[in-house]
Protein backbone atom coordinates (compact mmCIF):
# COMPACT_ATOMS: atom_id res chain seq x y z
CA UNK A 1 0.00 0.00 0.00
CA UNK A 2 2.92 2.24 0.89
CA UNK A 3 3.62 2.77 -3.01
CA UNK A 4 0.28 4.36 -3.92
CA UNK A 5 -0.25 7.79 -4.71
CA UNK A 6 -1.39 9.89 -1.84
CA UNK A 7 -3.80 11.78 -4.18
CA UNK A 8 -5.68 11.57 -7.71
CA UNK A 9 -7.88 13.26 -10.10
CA UNK A 10 -11.26 12.04 -10.49
CA UNK A 11 -13.16 13.06 -13.40
CA UNK A 12 -16.92 13.49 -13.03
CA UNK A 13 -18.62 12.38 -16.17
CA UNK A 14 -21.99 11.79 -14.87
CA UNK A 15 -23.21 15.01 -16.52
CA UNK A 16 -22.04 13.80 -20.13
CA UNK A 17 -21.24 10.16 -20.20
CA UNK A 18 -23.63 9.28 -18.24
CA UNK A 19 -26.75 11.45 -19.24
CA UNK A 20 -25.74 10.71 -22.80
CA UNK A 21 -26.54 6.89 -22.34
CA UNK A 22 -29.88 7.47 -20.37
CA UNK A 23 -33.50 8.60 -21.75
CA UNK A 24 -33.20 12.36 -21.82
CA UNK A 25 -34.23 14.30 -19.44
CA UNK A 26 -34.92 18.74 -19.66
CA UNK A 27 -32.23 21.19 -19.61
CA UNK A 28 -32.91 22.29 -15.97
CA UNK A 29 -32.15 19.19 -14.49
CA UNK A 30 -29.43 18.65 -16.18
CA UNK A 31 -28.12 22.13 -14.85
CA UNK A 32 -29.21 21.01 -11.26
CA UNK A 33 -26.91 18.14 -11.69
CA UNK A 34 -23.96 19.87 -12.87
CA UNK A 35 -24.34 22.41 -10.12
CA UNK A 36 -24.67 20.35 -7.84
CA UNK A 37 -21.47 18.37 -8.62
CA UNK A 38 -19.62 21.69 -8.97
CA UNK A 39 -20.36 22.38 -5.66
CA UNK A 40 -18.98 18.67 -3.95
CA UNK A 41 -15.31 19.58 -4.51
CA UNK A 42 -14.34 17.58 -7.36
CA UNK A 43 -12.26 19.33 -9.60
CA UNK A 44 -13.00 18.59 -13.15
CA UNK A 45 -15.99 17.93 -14.59
CA UNK A 46 -16.85 16.60 -18.22
CA UNK A 47 -19.76 18.83 -18.43
CA UNK A 48 -21.45 18.17 -22.01
CA UNK A 49 -20.36 16.92 -25.66
CA UNK A 50 -21.50 19.01 -29.09
CA UNK A 51 -22.30 16.57 -31.48
CA UNK A 52 -24.50 16.49 -33.79
CA UNK A 53 -28.79 16.31 -32.24
CA UNK A 54 -30.21 14.07 -34.29
CA UNK A 55 -27.24 11.38 -33.66
CA UNK A 56 -27.53 11.93 -29.75
CA UNK A 57 -30.75 13.78 -28.88
CA UNK A 58 -29.36 13.99 -25.10
CA UNK A 59 -26.98 16.56 -25.96
CA UNK A 60 -28.95 18.26 -28.16
CA UNK A 61 -29.63 21.66 -25.29
CA UNK A 62 -25.49 21.29 -24.52
CA UNK A 63 -25.40 25.26 -25.47
CA UNK A 64 -28.11 25.98 -23.08
CA UNK A 65 -27.13 23.59 -20.19
CA UNK A 66 -23.78 25.42 -20.44
CA UNK A 67 -25.04 28.62 -20.53
CA UNK A 68 -27.16 28.17 -17.45
CA UNK A 69 -24.44 26.03 -15.63
CA UNK A 70 -22.95 28.25 -12.14
CA UNK A 71 -19.23 27.45 -13.51
CA UNK A 72 -17.05 26.95 -10.32
CA UNK A 73 -13.97 28.67 -10.81
CA UNK A 74 -12.49 25.84 -8.98
CA UNK A 75 -13.46 23.15 -11.46
CA UNK A 76 -11.67 22.65 -14.89
CA UNK A 77 -14.37 21.52 -17.34
CA UNK A 78 -14.11 19.43 -20.46
CA UNK A 79 -16.57 18.77 -23.18
CA UNK A 80 -16.61 16.15 -25.72
CA UNK A 81 -17.11 16.87 -29.50
CA UNK A 82 -16.62 14.45 -32.61
CA UNK A 83 -15.79 16.73 -35.90
CA UNK A 84 -14.36 20.20 -36.49
CA UNK A 85 -18.23 21.78 -36.43
CA UNK A 86 -18.66 20.12 -32.68
CA UNK A 87 -15.11 21.93 -32.12
CA UNK A 88 -16.21 24.80 -33.48
CA UNK A 89 -19.57 24.93 -30.55
CA UNK A 90 -17.13 23.56 -27.68
CA UNK A 91 -14.74 26.47 -28.55
CA UNK A 92 -17.11 29.00 -29.23
CA UNK A 93 -18.42 27.81 -25.38
CA UNK A 94 -15.36 28.73 -24.17
CA UNK A 95 -13.80 25.08 -23.20
CA UNK A 96 -10.62 24.92 -23.24
CA UNK A 97 -10.07 21.18 -22.74
CA UNK A 98 -11.92 19.05 -26.00
CA UNK A 99 -12.19 15.33 -25.80
CA UNK A 100 -11.97 13.39 -28.88
CA UNK A 101 -12.87 10.13 -29.39
CA UNK A 102 -11.49 6.68 -30.99
CA UNK A 103 -12.17 2.83 -30.85
CA UNK A 104 -9.23 0.51 -30.56
CA UNK A 105 -11.69 -2.14 -32.40
CA UNK A 106 -12.01 -1.45 -36.16
CA UNK A 107 -15.53 -3.09 -36.19
CA UNK A 108 -16.73 -0.80 -33.43
CA UNK A 109 -14.99 1.85 -35.03
CA UNK A 110 -17.07 1.58 -37.78
CA UNK A 111 -20.50 0.84 -35.61
CA UNK A 112 -19.97 4.32 -34.10
CA UNK A 113 -18.53 6.66 -37.27
CA UNK A 114 -18.73 4.39 -40.21
CA UNK A 115 -14.91 4.62 -40.27
CA UNK A 116 -11.99 2.61 -39.80
CA UNK A 117 -9.62 3.16 -36.44
CA UNK A 118 -6.70 4.33 -38.80
CA UNK A 119 -9.21 7.31 -40.73
CA UNK A 120 -10.72 8.58 -37.58
CA UNK A 121 -6.59 8.58 -36.35
CA UNK A 122 -6.65 10.97 -39.28
CA UNK A 123 -9.61 12.79 -38.71
CA UNK A 124 -8.34 13.23 -34.88
CA UNK A 125 -4.71 14.57 -36.28
CA UNK A 126 -6.48 17.32 -38.08
CA UNK A 127 -8.73 18.29 -34.79
CA UNK A 128 -5.70 18.09 -32.72
CA UNK A 129 -4.17 21.38 -35.11
CA UNK A 130 -7.33 23.01 -35.15
CA UNK A 131 -7.89 22.97 -31.40
CA UNK A 132 -4.59 23.61 -30.94
CA UNK A 133 -4.59 26.37 -32.70
CA UNK A 134 -7.32 27.65 -31.13
CA UNK A 135 -5.08 27.32 -27.77
CA UNK A 136 -7.67 23.96 -26.52
CA UNK A 137 -5.98 20.91 -24.89
CA UNK A 138 -6.83 17.88 -26.63
CA UNK A 139 -7.46 14.37 -25.23
CA UNK A 140 -7.77 11.42 -27.17
CA UNK A 141 -9.53 8.89 -25.59
CA UNK A 142 -9.51 5.27 -26.99
CA UNK A 143 -12.40 3.55 -26.91
CA UNK A 144 -12.45 -0.48 -26.17
CA UNK A 145 -9.36 -0.46 -24.93
CA UNK A 146 -9.79 -3.28 -22.66
CA UNK A 147 -11.85 -5.21 -25.47
CA UNK A 148 -14.72 -5.09 -27.90
CA UNK A 149 -18.11 -6.50 -27.56
CA UNK A 150 -18.02 -7.45 -31.26
CA UNK A 151 -14.50 -8.26 -31.82
CA UNK A 152 -13.44 -9.52 -27.93
CA UNK A 153 -9.84 -9.00 -27.05
CA UNK A 154 -8.11 -5.99 -28.44
CA UNK A 155 -4.26 -6.62 -28.48
CA UNK A 156 -2.51 -4.60 -26.50
CA UNK A 157 0.17 -3.69 -28.85
CA UNK A 158 -2.68 -2.48 -31.09
CA UNK A 159 -3.44 0.20 -28.39
CA UNK A 160 -0.18 1.19 -27.47
CA UNK A 161 0.15 1.74 -31.59
CA UNK A 162 -3.13 4.18 -31.61
CA UNK A 163 -1.03 5.87 -28.58
CA UNK A 164 2.19 6.22 -30.36
CA UNK A 165 0.21 7.50 -33.47
CA UNK A 166 -1.90 9.99 -31.35
CA UNK A 167 0.78 11.36 -29.10
CA UNK A 168 2.89 12.08 -32.43
CA UNK A 169 0.08 13.99 -33.61
CA UNK A 170 0.25 16.24 -30.59
CA UNK A 171 -2.62 14.63 -28.30
CA UNK A 172 -2.17 16.02 -25.08
CA UNK A 173 -3.84 12.98 -22.63
CA UNK A 174 -4.49 9.67 -23.53
CA UNK A 175 -8.07 8.10 -21.95
CA UNK A 176 -8.42 4.30 -21.99
CA UNK A 177 -12.23 3.64 -21.97
CA UNK A 178 -13.51 0.25 -20.99
CA UNK A 179 -16.81 0.59 -23.07
CA UNK A 180 -18.64 -2.26 -21.87
CA UNK A 181 -16.69 -3.61 -18.79
CA UNK A 182 -13.82 -5.71 -20.44
CA UNK A 183 -11.05 -4.95 -17.97
CA UNK A 184 -9.87 -7.03 -15.49
CA UNK A 185 -6.66 -6.75 -13.83
CA UNK A 186 -4.48 -8.56 -15.91
CA UNK A 187 -5.93 -6.66 -18.79
CA UNK A 188 -5.23 -3.34 -17.02
CA UNK A 189 -1.57 -4.70 -16.25
CA UNK A 190 -1.03 -6.17 -19.76
CA UNK A 191 -2.00 -2.44 -21.44
CA UNK A 192 -0.06 -0.08 -19.02
CA UNK A 193 2.72 -2.41 -19.86
CA UNK A 194 2.31 -2.26 -23.36
CA UNK A 195 1.59 1.54 -23.69
CA UNK A 196 4.19 3.17 -20.71
CA UNK A 197 7.53 4.01 -21.94
CA UNK A 198 7.99 6.18 -24.22
CA UNK A 199 4.98 8.52 -23.18
CA UNK A 200 6.44 10.25 -19.66
CA UNK A 201 4.89 13.64 -20.80
CA UNK A 202 1.26 12.52 -21.30
CA UNK A 203 -1.01 11.81 -19.20
CA UNK A 204 -3.08 8.88 -18.95
CA UNK A 205 -6.34 8.30 -17.68
CA UNK A 206 -8.38 5.24 -17.11
CA UNK A 207 -12.57 4.97 -17.78
CA UNK A 208 -13.61 2.22 -16.14
CA UNK A 209 -17.56 0.01 -16.13
CA UNK A 210 -18.06 -2.14 -13.76
CA UNK A 211 -20.68 -4.43 -15.57
CA UNK A 212 -18.64 -7.53 -14.33
CA UNK A 213 -17.75 -6.30 -11.13
CA UNK A 214 -14.22 -5.37 -11.37
CA UNK A 215 -14.01 -1.40 -11.52
CA UNK A 216 -12.61 -1.34 -7.94
CA UNK A 217 -10.00 -4.00 -8.56
CA UNK A 218 -8.95 -1.98 -11.89
CA UNK A 219 -8.64 1.10 -10.28
CA UNK A 220 -6.63 -0.55 -7.90
CA UNK A 221 -4.24 -2.13 -10.09
CA UNK A 222 -3.78 0.88 -12.19
CA UNK A 223 -2.98 2.69 -8.68
CA UNK A 224 -0.72 0.21 -8.32
CA UNK A 225 1.21 1.09 -11.36
CA UNK A 226 1.64 4.87 -10.75
CA UNK A 227 -1.97 5.99 -12.82
CA UNK A 228 -3.64 8.93 -11.10
CA UNK A 229 -6.06 9.70 -13.62
CA UNK A 230 -10.09 7.85 -13.51
CA UNK A 231 -13.26 9.10 -14.84
CA UNK A 232 -16.16 7.80 -12.95
CA UNK A 233 -19.94 8.86 -12.92
CA UNK A 234 -22.29 9.96 -10.13
CA UNK A 235 -24.54 7.26 -8.86
CA UNK A 236 -23.33 4.85 -11.61
CA UNK A 237 -25.26 7.06 -14.12
CA UNK A 238 -25.03 5.90 -18.02
CA UNK A 239 -25.91 2.23 -18.21
CA UNK A 240 -24.48 -0.62 -20.93
CA UNK A 241 -25.60 -0.13 -24.30
CA UNK A 242 -24.74 -3.91 -24.97
CA UNK A 243 -26.81 -5.31 -22.10
CA UNK A 244 -29.67 -3.96 -20.97
CA UNK A 245 -29.75 -3.43 -17.34
CA UNK A 246 -26.58 -3.85 -16.85
CA UNK A 247 -24.07 -1.56 -14.62
CA UNK A 248 -22.22 0.95 -17.18
CA UNK A 249 -19.70 3.61 -15.72
CA UNK A 250 -18.40 2.96 -11.96
CA UNK A 251 -20.03 5.51 -9.19
CA UNK A 252 -18.12 8.14 -8.42
CA UNK A 253 -18.91 7.78 -4.74
CA UNK A 254 -18.01 4.05 -4.86
CA UNK A 255 -14.43 5.16 -6.51
CA UNK A 256 -14.09 8.14 -3.47
CA UNK A 257 -15.10 5.89 -1.06
CA UNK A 258 -12.46 3.49 -1.80
CA UNK A 259 -9.78 6.02 -2.01
CA UNK A 260 -10.38 8.20 1.12
CA UNK A 261 -10.59 4.65 3.00
CA UNK A 262 -6.61 3.85 1.85
CA UNK A 263 -5.95 7.39 2.52
CA UNK A 264 -5.52 9.03 -1.23
CA UNK A 265 -6.95 12.65 -1.50
CA UNK A 266 -9.62 13.33 -4.18
CA UNK A 267 -10.77 16.92 -2.64
CA UNK A 268 -14.30 15.74 -2.85
CA UNK A 269 -16.81 16.01 -0.03
CA UNK A 270 -18.31 12.06 -0.37
CA UNK A 271 -21.52 13.20 2.05
CA UNK A 272 -21.59 16.06 -1.03
CA UNK A 273 -20.59 13.44 -3.65
CA UNK A 274 -23.50 11.09 -2.34
CA UNK A 275 -26.27 13.95 -2.44
CA UNK A 276 -25.23 14.82 -5.80
CA UNK A 277 -26.12 10.94 -6.66
CA UNK A 278 -29.29 11.18 -4.99
CA UNK A 279 -30.48 14.27 -7.56
CA UNK A 280 -29.12 11.95 -10.36
CA UNK A 281 -31.15 9.10 -9.48
CA UNK A 282 -34.30 11.30 -8.84
CA UNK A 283 -33.51 13.03 -12.09
CA UNK A 284 -33.64 9.62 -14.37
CA UNK A 285 -35.92 8.23 -12.16
CA UNK A 286 -34.68 4.67 -11.57
CA UNK A 287 -32.46 3.06 -9.02
CA UNK A 288 -29.11 3.61 -9.62
CA UNK A 289 -26.31 1.02 -9.12
CA UNK A 290 -24.19 2.78 -6.58
CA UNK A 291 -23.62 0.70 -3.49
CA UNK A 292 -22.29 3.51 -1.68
CA UNK A 293 -25.60 5.51 -2.32
CA UNK A 294 -27.63 2.72 -1.27
CA UNK A 295 -25.54 1.31 1.69
CA UNK A 296 -23.78 5.00 2.60
CA UNK A 297 -20.11 5.24 3.74
CA UNK A 298 -18.54 2.33 5.73
CA UNK A 299 -18.58 5.04 8.56
CA UNK A 300 -22.09 5.55 8.82
CA UNK A 301 -23.24 3.15 11.77
CA UNK A 302 -26.50 2.72 13.20
CA UNK A 303 -27.73 3.19 17.23
CA UNK A 304 -27.07 -0.45 18.62
CA UNK B 1 0.84 -10.56 -11.01
CA UNK B 2 3.33 -12.99 -11.05
CA UNK B 3 3.12 -13.40 -7.30
CA UNK B 4 -0.23 -14.48 -7.09
CA UNK B 5 -1.13 -17.86 -6.34
CA UNK B 6 -1.89 -20.26 -9.61
CA UNK B 7 -5.26 -21.63 -7.57
CA UNK B 8 -7.86 -20.76 -5.15
CA UNK B 9 -10.50 -22.64 -3.34
CA UNK B 10 -13.67 -21.10 -3.42
CA UNK B 11 -16.75 -21.77 -1.17
CA UNK B 12 -20.08 -21.87 -2.26
CA UNK B 13 -22.57 -20.36 0.14
CA UNK B 14 -25.39 -19.50 -1.42
CA UNK B 15 -27.32 -22.33 -0.56
CA UNK B 16 -26.72 -21.61 3.50
CA UNK B 17 -25.33 -17.82 3.88
CA UNK B 18 -27.21 -17.01 0.88
CA UNK B 19 -31.13 -18.46 1.27
CA UNK B 20 -30.71 -18.05 5.02
CA UNK B 21 -30.56 -14.49 4.50
CA UNK B 22 -33.62 -14.19 1.10
CA UNK B 23 -37.30 -15.12 2.18
CA UNK B 24 -38.10 -18.68 2.81
CA UNK B 25 -38.63 -21.09 -0.28
CA UNK B 26 -39.40 -24.53 -0.78
CA UNK B 27 -37.02 -27.30 0.55
CA UNK B 28 -37.42 -28.78 -3.34
CA UNK B 29 -35.79 -25.19 -4.68
CA UNK B 30 -33.36 -25.21 -1.95
CA UNK B 31 -32.23 -29.32 -3.37
CA UNK B 32 -32.41 -28.18 -6.84
CA UNK B 33 -30.05 -25.40 -6.11
CA UNK B 34 -27.47 -27.64 -4.14
CA UNK B 35 -27.32 -30.32 -7.40
CA UNK B 36 -27.17 -27.55 -9.71
CA UNK B 37 -24.31 -26.38 -7.92
CA UNK B 38 -22.50 -29.87 -7.42
CA UNK B 39 -22.23 -30.23 -11.05
CA UNK B 40 -20.77 -26.89 -11.81
CA UNK B 41 -16.91 -28.23 -10.70
CA UNK B 42 -17.14 -26.10 -7.39
CA UNK B 43 -14.93 -28.60 -5.13
CA UNK B 44 -16.92 -26.82 -1.68
CA UNK B 45 -20.58 -26.12 -0.84
CA UNK B 46 -21.74 -24.75 2.45
CA UNK B 47 -24.57 -26.49 2.39
CA UNK B 48 -27.11 -25.34 5.47
CA UNK B 49 -26.79 -25.06 9.09
CA UNK B 50 -28.77 -26.79 11.89
CA UNK B 51 -30.25 -23.41 13.69
CA UNK B 52 -33.49 -23.46 15.76
CA UNK B 53 -36.43 -23.13 12.99
CA UNK B 54 -37.75 -20.27 14.79
CA UNK B 55 -34.92 -18.32 14.90
CA UNK B 56 -33.99 -19.06 11.29
CA UNK B 57 -37.13 -20.55 9.91
CA UNK B 58 -34.94 -20.14 6.37
CA UNK B 59 -33.44 -23.48 7.69
CA UNK B 60 -36.05 -25.34 9.20
CA UNK B 61 -35.75 -28.15 6.45
CA UNK B 62 -31.89 -28.32 6.43
CA UNK B 63 -32.41 -32.20 7.42
CA UNK B 64 -35.08 -32.85 4.41
CA UNK B 65 -32.90 -30.48 1.83
CA UNK B 66 -29.46 -32.35 3.16
CA UNK B 67 -31.55 -36.32 2.79
CA UNK B 68 -32.98 -35.51 -0.70
CA UNK B 69 -29.52 -33.70 -2.53
CA UNK B 70 -27.07 -35.46 -4.86
CA UNK B 71 -24.21 -35.56 -2.93
CA UNK B 72 -21.49 -35.42 -5.20
CA UNK B 73 -18.14 -37.24 -4.39
CA UNK B 74 -15.90 -34.58 -5.59
CA UNK B 75 -17.64 -32.04 -3.49
CA UNK B 76 -16.73 -31.06 0.25
CA UNK B 77 -19.83 -29.64 2.19
CA UNK B 78 -20.31 -28.05 5.11
CA UNK B 79 -22.69 -26.78 7.92
CA UNK B 80 -22.70 -24.28 10.22
CA UNK B 81 -24.06 -24.85 13.82
CA UNK B 82 -25.19 -22.23 16.87
CA UNK B 83 -24.68 -24.85 19.47
CA UNK B 84 -24.17 -28.52 21.18
CA UNK B 85 -28.03 -29.20 19.89
CA UNK B 86 -26.79 -28.22 16.18
CA UNK B 87 -23.48 -30.37 16.48
CA UNK B 88 -25.20 -33.13 17.36
CA UNK B 89 -27.65 -32.72 14.21
CA UNK B 90 -24.93 -32.11 12.27
CA UNK B 91 -23.03 -35.39 12.87
CA UNK B 92 -25.75 -37.60 13.16
CA UNK B 93 -26.66 -36.07 9.53
CA UNK B 94 -22.50 -37.28 8.44
CA UNK B 95 -21.27 -33.49 7.73
CA UNK B 96 -17.31 -33.59 9.02
CA UNK B 97 -16.94 -29.89 8.37
CA UNK B 98 -18.77 -27.40 10.69
CA UNK B 99 -18.30 -23.98 11.20
CA UNK B 100 -19.18 -21.73 14.00
CA UNK B 101 -19.21 -17.81 14.45
CA UNK B 102 -18.71 -15.31 16.77
CA UNK B 103 -18.50 -11.31 16.39
CA UNK B 104 -15.40 -9.53 17.14
CA UNK B 105 -17.60 -7.05 17.80
CA UNK B 106 -19.15 -7.38 21.42
CA UNK B 107 -22.16 -5.06 20.57
CA UNK B 108 -23.21 -7.55 16.95
CA UNK B 109 -22.22 -10.31 18.78
CA UNK B 110 -24.58 -9.63 21.88
CA UNK B 111 -27.50 -8.80 19.00
CA UNK B 112 -27.11 -12.45 17.73
CA UNK B 113 -26.66 -14.72 20.58
CA UNK B 114 -26.78 -11.98 24.00
CA UNK B 115 -23.39 -13.05 25.01
CA UNK B 116 -20.23 -10.91 24.99
CA UNK B 117 -17.52 -12.20 22.32
CA UNK B 118 -15.20 -13.57 25.30
CA UNK B 119 -18.59 -15.52 26.72
CA UNK B 120 -19.24 -17.01 23.07
CA UNK B 121 -15.27 -18.14 22.58
CA UNK B 122 -15.65 -20.15 25.59
CA UNK B 123 -19.24 -21.96 24.47
CA UNK B 124 -16.67 -22.47 20.62
CA UNK B 125 -13.92 -23.80 23.12
CA UNK B 126 -16.31 -26.72 23.91
CA UNK B 127 -17.92 -27.07 21.15
CA UNK B 128 -14.66 -27.69 19.43
CA UNK B 129 -14.00 -30.28 21.92
CA UNK B 130 -17.35 -32.02 21.25
CA UNK B 131 -16.72 -31.81 18.09
CA UNK B 132 -12.90 -33.18 17.36
CA UNK B 133 -14.29 -36.08 19.61
CA UNK B 134 -16.26 -37.41 16.42
CA UNK B 135 -13.77 -36.40 14.36
CA UNK B 136 -15.26 -33.23 12.44
CA UNK B 137 -13.04 -30.37 11.66
CA UNK B 138 -14.31 -26.81 13.08
CA UNK B 139 -13.81 -23.43 11.39
CA UNK B 140 -14.36 -20.31 13.30
CA UNK B 141 -16.06 -17.72 11.75
CA UNK B 142 -15.39 -14.33 12.99
CA UNK B 143 -17.86 -11.84 11.64
CA UNK B 144 -17.51 -8.08 11.74
CA UNK B 145 -13.83 -8.55 11.26
CA UNK B 146 -13.65 -5.35 9.17
CA UNK B 147 -16.24 -3.34 10.94
CA UNK B 148 -19.33 -3.35 12.48
CA UNK B 149 -22.42 -1.93 11.77
CA UNK B 150 -23.49 -0.80 15.14
CA UNK B 151 -19.38 0.04 16.67
CA UNK B 152 -17.70 1.21 13.74
CA UNK B 153 -14.29 0.59 13.14
CA UNK B 154 -13.10 -3.09 14.63
CA UNK B 155 -9.20 -3.05 15.92
CA UNK B 156 -7.38 -5.42 13.85
CA UNK B 157 -5.19 -6.71 17.01
CA UNK B 158 -8.85 -7.30 18.61
CA UNK B 159 -9.47 -9.61 15.61
CA UNK B 160 -5.54 -11.34 15.76
CA UNK B 161 -6.47 -12.15 19.63
CA UNK B 162 -9.77 -13.50 18.89
CA UNK B 163 -7.92 -15.84 16.26
CA UNK B 164 -5.14 -16.53 18.68
CA UNK B 165 -7.57 -17.87 21.13
CA UNK B 166 -9.70 -20.01 18.98
CA UNK B 167 -6.74 -21.65 16.94
CA UNK B 168 -5.15 -22.54 20.98
CA UNK B 169 -8.57 -23.79 21.20
CA UNK B 170 -8.56 -26.45 18.37
CA UNK B 171 -9.84 -24.40 15.35
CA UNK B 172 -8.88 -26.01 12.30
CA UNK B 173 -9.21 -22.97 9.93
CA UNK B 174 -10.18 -19.28 10.59
CA UNK B 175 -12.76 -17.39 8.47
CA UNK B 176 -13.02 -13.54 8.19
CA UNK B 177 -16.73 -12.31 7.77
CA UNK B 178 -17.22 -8.95 6.02
CA UNK B 179 -20.51 -9.13 7.42
CA UNK B 180 -21.73 -5.48 6.52
CA UNK B 181 -19.64 -4.87 3.65
CA UNK B 182 -16.98 -2.54 5.42
CA UNK B 183 -13.94 -4.26 4.40
CA UNK B 184 -11.50 -2.14 1.63
CA UNK B 185 -7.86 -2.72 0.92
CA UNK B 186 -6.82 -0.86 3.50
CA UNK B 187 -9.10 -2.89 6.19
CA UNK B 188 -7.95 -5.88 4.07
CA UNK B 189 -4.11 -5.43 4.28
CA UNK B 190 -4.71 -4.27 7.91
CA UNK B 191 -6.33 -7.14 9.42
CA UNK B 192 -3.87 -10.17 7.65
CA UNK B 193 -0.45 -7.77 8.53
CA UNK B 194 -2.03 -8.51 12.15
CA UNK B 195 -3.25 -11.84 12.23
CA UNK B 196 -0.11 -13.54 10.13
CA UNK B 197 2.71 -14.53 11.44
CA UNK B 198 2.02 -17.20 14.38
CA UNK B 199 -0.94 -19.11 12.58
CA UNK B 200 1.16 -20.63 9.43
CA UNK B 201 -0.50 -24.11 9.96
CA UNK B 202 -4.13 -22.99 10.15
CA UNK B 203 -5.74 -22.33 6.96
CA UNK B 204 -7.50 -18.59 6.54
CA UNK B 205 -10.56 -17.78 4.70
CA UNK B 206 -12.12 -14.50 3.39
CA UNK B 207 -15.32 -13.99 3.14
CA UNK B 208 -16.60 -10.70 1.24
CA UNK B 209 -19.68 -8.73 0.87
CA UNK B 210 -20.03 -6.16 -2.38
CA UNK B 211 -22.12 -3.76 -0.14
CA UNK B 212 -20.20 -0.83 -1.05
CA UNK B 213 -18.17 -2.39 -4.67
CA UNK B 214 -15.02 -3.08 -3.08
CA UNK B 215 -14.99 -7.38 -3.18
CA UNK B 216 -13.50 -7.74 -5.71
CA UNK B 217 -10.92 -4.95 -4.83
CA UNK B 218 -10.33 -6.69 -1.57
CA UNK B 219 -10.05 -10.07 -2.94
CA UNK B 220 -7.30 -9.11 -5.60
CA UNK B 221 -5.33 -7.27 -1.88
CA UNK B 222 -6.05 -11.07 -0.13
CA UNK B 223 -4.38 -12.73 -3.25
CA UNK B 224 -1.40 -10.60 -3.24
CA UNK B 225 -0.91 -11.84 0.46
CA UNK B 226 -1.28 -15.33 -0.47
CA UNK B 227 -4.45 -16.14 0.55
CA UNK B 228 -6.35 -18.81 -1.38
CA UNK B 229 -9.35 -19.49 -0.14
CA UNK B 230 -12.61 -17.50 -0.02
CA UNK B 231 -16.43 -17.60 0.20
CA UNK B 232 -18.89 -16.43 -2.59
CA UNK B 233 -22.31 -16.87 -2.92
CA UNK B 234 -24.18 -18.35 -6.54
CA UNK B 235 -25.59 -14.68 -8.13
CA UNK B 236 -24.62 -12.61 -5.34
CA UNK B 237 -27.76 -14.03 -3.03
CA UNK B 238 -28.36 -13.15 0.74
CA UNK B 239 -29.00 -9.31 0.32
CA UNK B 240 -27.50 -7.01 3.10
CA UNK B 241 -29.82 -6.99 6.31
CA UNK B 242 -29.00 -4.06 7.56
CA UNK B 243 -29.64 -1.91 3.95
CA UNK B 244 -32.79 -2.96 2.37
CA UNK B 245 -32.31 -3.42 -1.34
CA UNK B 246 -28.35 -3.27 -0.74
CA UNK B 247 -25.87 -6.09 -2.06
CA UNK B 248 -24.58 -8.64 0.40
CA UNK B 249 -22.51 -11.39 -0.43
CA UNK B 250 -20.18 -11.48 -3.83
CA UNK B 251 -21.38 -13.22 -6.07
CA UNK B 252 -19.65 -16.06 -7.01
CA UNK B 253 -19.38 -15.53 -11.23
CA UNK B 254 -17.83 -12.52 -10.25
CA UNK B 255 -15.10 -13.46 -8.29
CA UNK B 256 -14.68 -17.01 -10.72
CA UNK B 257 -14.68 -15.04 -14.21
CA UNK B 258 -11.95 -12.39 -12.58
CA UNK B 259 -10.13 -15.01 -10.83
CA UNK B 260 -10.11 -17.13 -14.47
CA UNK B 261 -9.14 -14.02 -16.70
CA UNK B 262 -5.95 -14.01 -14.18
CA UNK B 263 -5.05 -17.63 -14.81
CA UNK B 264 -6.27 -18.87 -11.43
CA UNK B 265 -7.87 -21.75 -11.41
CA UNK B 266 -11.30 -22.53 -9.48
CA UNK B 267 -12.38 -25.88 -10.90
CA UNK B 268 -15.45 -24.64 -11.38
CA UNK B 269 -17.05 -24.24 -14.95
CA UNK B 270 -18.32 -20.58 -15.44
CA UNK B 271 -21.40 -21.37 -17.77
CA UNK B 272 -22.82 -23.68 -15.67
CA UNK B 273 -22.12 -21.79 -12.85
CA UNK B 274 -24.22 -19.13 -14.54
CA UNK B 275 -27.17 -21.24 -15.21
CA UNK B 276 -27.19 -21.77 -11.22
CA UNK B 277 -27.48 -18.25 -10.86
CA UNK B 278 -30.12 -18.48 -13.06
CA UNK B 279 -31.55 -20.83 -10.97
CA UNK B 280 -30.66 -18.88 -8.05
CA UNK B 281 -32.68 -15.80 -9.29
CA UNK B 282 -35.82 -17.91 -10.24
CA UNK B 283 -36.25 -19.29 -6.66
CA UNK B 284 -36.08 -16.23 -4.86
CA UNK B 285 -38.09 -14.17 -7.47
CA UNK B 286 -36.15 -11.31 -7.66
CA UNK B 287 -33.34 -9.79 -9.57
CA UNK B 288 -29.82 -11.04 -7.92
CA UNK B 289 -27.27 -7.98 -8.01
CA UNK B 290 -24.47 -10.18 -10.50
CA UNK B 291 -22.94 -8.52 -13.26
CA UNK B 292 -22.08 -11.45 -14.39
CA UNK B 293 -25.02 -12.94 -14.59
CA UNK B 294 -26.66 -9.94 -16.49
CA UNK B 295 -24.25 -9.39 -18.64
CA UNK B 296 -21.97 -12.45 -19.18
CA UNK B 297 -18.44 -13.59 -18.98
CA UNK B 298 -16.21 -10.34 -21.25
CA UNK B 299 -15.44 -13.45 -23.82
CA UNK B 300 -19.31 -13.74 -24.49
CA UNK B 301 -19.13 -11.09 -28.18
CA UNK B 302 -22.06 -10.49 -29.94
CA UNK B 303 -22.73 -10.17 -33.79
CA UNK B 304 -21.15 -7.32 -36.03
Same mark, same amino acid.
Given at each position: ?166 ? %?? $?? &??? =? ?6 ? *? ?5 ? /? @? ?72 ? %?? $?? &??? =? ?6 ? *? ?5 ? /? @? ?16
Amino acid at each position: MSELPSAVSIREVGPRDGLQNEDPVPTEAKVRLLDALSATGVKWIEAVSFVHPKAIPQMADADEVWNQAAKSPNVRYSALIPNSRGAQRALDAGFTEIEVVVSASDTHNRKNVNRSTAESLDDIAALIQLLHDHNATVEVIVSTSFGCPYEGDVAPQRVADIVDRAV %AD $GA &DRI =AFGDTTGM *ATPRRVT /E @LLDAVRGGHADTPLLLHFHNTRGTALANILTALEHGITEFDASVGGLGGCPYAPGATGNVATEEVVHMLHDMGI %AT $GI &DLD =ALIEAARL *AEKIVGK /E @LPSGVLRAGPRTRTIPA
